[in-house]
């Protein structure tokens, strides 16, 4: 019922910025928390930056002060605005949705399809 469709990832010089967005649609009852994570070759998935249903937000160490995450609920849509991007930013970007889909009980992870982003010297 629920799909996440993420869009916005490429390619992009050292210093320079990019902003990804993910979208869900479907039968949907409510959203709360929204999430980015980011897997680079030969590494684990890591979590990158989360945003509750209140707003809070919360960053890894690695991007504090250069990446921002913010909702727009009206359109069931999470994006990352990145910005001085590095060579170590480069990755396969994952948003998360927590979503209670309509008419069941129950809220689930739903996870987009995943965006490339690369960063060159």
């Known amino acids: 019922q629920v799909q996440l469709v993420e869009s916005g990832g490429g390619l992009v010089q050292a210093g320079g910025s990019l902003r990804l967005s993910c979208a869900a649609s479907?039968?949907?009852?409510?959203?709360?928390?929204m999430d980015w994570y980011r897997q680079a070759p030969g590494k684990q998935r890591e979590m990158v930056a989360v945003?509750?249903?209140?707003?809070?937000?919360n960053y890894a160490d690695s991007v504090k002060g250069r990446f921002t995450i913010s909702r727009d609920n009206a359109k069931n849509t999470v994006y990352l605005q990145m910005n001085s991007l590095k060579l170590e930013d480069t990755a396969v970007y994952y948003c998360?949705?927590?979503?209670?889909?309509?008419?069941?009980?129950?809220?689930?992870?739903?996870w987009g399809q995943g965006t490339q982003v690369t960063v060159s010297s």
């Open positions: 998360k949705m927590g979503v209670r889909p309509g008419g069941l009980w129950n809220a689930y992870d739903y």
């Open positions: 479907g039968s949907i009852f409510s959203i709360n928390n």
């Open positions: 945003i509750s249903s209140g707003g809070s937000t």
